[in-house]
Structures are given as C-alpha cells and as structure tokens.
Nanobody, 124 residues
Framework: QVQLVESGGGLVQAGESLRLSCAAS????????MAWFRQAPGKEREFVAV????????SYANSVKGRFTISRDNAKNTVYLQMNSLKPEEAAVYYC?????????????????WGQGTQVTVSA
C-alpha cells in the first residue's frame, strides 16, 4: 500500500504561484504514473497533469497548459506541481494520485492510490 502526502497548498492572490509536492512512502520508480487532480466544492474531481515513470512524458489539462508544470524526483520519491499565474477559479483541493500500471489518462478511476489533498485558495 503506497501512501501519498501532499504539501505546499495555501492562500495566494490571482497571478501568483505555488509549488505543490507529493511524497510517496516507497520508491516512486515502483509506481509507473503519477498525476495531479483537483476538486472544487460541488464539482467533480478534475484532471490537472500526469507524468510517466521516467519523467520524459507529461500531459496537461488544456486549462493549465503553459502555466503548470509537473515533474518528479524519483530519488526523493516526490512529484511536484509548479503552478504559475493562478486564477481564482482554480481554487480547490489538489490531490496527488498514483497508478501501478501504465495508464496515462485523465480518468480518476484508473488511479490506484490517492493522497489526502492540499487546499489551494486563490483570491481575486
């Protein structure tokens, strides 16, 4: 059972940046895919970004392309999400997810492990 712990959330103003971290309880090279999702109150969980095992493939939701960057450091068992130019509508709980297979898509139901989430609040 892999445990994922997110950190780095907080309150920022629109246009500012945050970097989220997701630490895994075991070597992330055992987990082929890592992803970030977000969920705002009353809305469904939404895909943000995904990265493959080696870090040489990434994919993003259209709404965050060019502003968000997902990366990983397998030596530290950690995945990051750098978020720039944040918008008020992006306020949500951000979740880290892990897939033990090879799925690189946007559906949350194919991810095996989830963190508890970290709150991101963006003021206008």
């Amino acid at each position: 059972q892999v445990q994922l712990v997110e950190s780095g959330g907080g309150l920022v103003q629109a246009g500012e940046s945050l970097r989220l971290s997701c630490a895994a309880s075991e070597h992330t090279n055992k987990i082929y895919v890592m992803a970030w999702f977000r969920q705002a109150p009353g809305k469904e969980r939404e895909f943000v970004a995904v990265i493959n095992r080696s870090g040489d493939y990434t994919s993003y939701a259209n709404s965050v392309k060019g502003r968000f960057t997902i990366s990983r450091d397998n030596a530290k068992n950690t995945v990051y999400l750098q978020m720039n130019s944040l918008k008020p509508e992006e306020a949500a709980v951000y979740y880290c997810a892990a897939d033990g297979g090879s799925y690189l898509g946007a559906s949350p139901r194919f991810y095996d492990f989830w963190g508890q989430g970290t709150q991101v609040t963006v003021s206008a």
